[in-house]
């Protein structure tokens, strides 16, 4: 599960050398405003509804929430859970009382929502749709679309250009398959314990417990 989320914001910083980017001017000063609007939090909270379906259609919903910080995550989604403490990944899950534990590669904060947003500059061209209304909230749509194949058809991008967050973010491959995550719920800069993005292994005694 925890791979399958990650999908939908690492794809997008996979492709490599790209060529020359097209972006018209409101699709770039938007992404560009909630990209800098997210940099600018100590931490940052997410509740989502992540979907995965086939042919323009979810059939598959599944609710999770995302603590990040500049160079920190925890992610929680059923009965599994992701901690990256700046150092190393934290795999864990309840229903097989379970740890993976595996160095950084480089790749650990690509589920961020800032390096999605930084991912378009170079990978991606981009265009400014118009507007759309979502659950009574009006928002700016952007099209993203690969510079160089990599299996991804579009991105969509729903924002809050007022408030300059994200509100939802589909993406189509070229196999028909979607995936979508909807924004519920967002907070920037709560108080949290010293030690919140840290795993502790006095909390995992009864935890199969396996260093990569």
């Given at each position: 599960m925890i791979k399958k989320i990650t999908l939908v914001f690492t794809t997008l910083a996979l492709v490599g050398l790209s060529s020359a980017?097209?972006?018209?001017?409101?699709?770039?000063s938007i992404l560009e405003a909630v990209s800098k609007s997210y940099k600018a939090n100590q931490n940052t909270y997410f509740k989502f509804a992540y979907g995965t379906g086939a042919n323009g259609k979810v059939t598959k919903t599944q609710t999770g929430i995302f603590y990040t910080t500049p160079t920190q995550y925890k992610l929680k989604i059923m009965d599994t859970e992701q901690i990256f403490d700046g150092s190393k990944v934290y795999n864990i899950s309840s229903d097989d009382q379970e740890v993976t534990i595996a160095k950084a590669n480089g790749s650990e904060m690509m589920f961020s929502p800032t390096n999605y947003l930084n991912s378009?500059?170079?990978?991606?061209?981009?265009?400014?749709?118009?507007?759309?209304?979502?659950?009574?909230?009006?928002?700016?749509?952007?099209?993203l679309t690969p510079i160089k194949a990599n299996g991804i058809k579009n991105v969509y991008i729903y924002v809050n250009t007022p408030k300059n967050e994200l509100v939802k973010v589909e993406q189509y491959s070229t196999g028909n398959q979607v995936a979508v995550i909807a924004i519920q719920d967002y907070k920037a800069n709560q108080k949290l314990a010293s030690g919140f993005f840290q795993f502790n292994r006095q909390d995992y005694q009864n935890y199969l417990i396996t260093e990569l």
């Open positions: 980017q097209t972006a018209d001017q409101k699709s770039k378009y500059k170079k990978d991606y061209n981009t265009k400014y749709i118009g507007k759309r209304t979502l659950g009574g909230v009006q928002t700016d749509l952007i099209q």
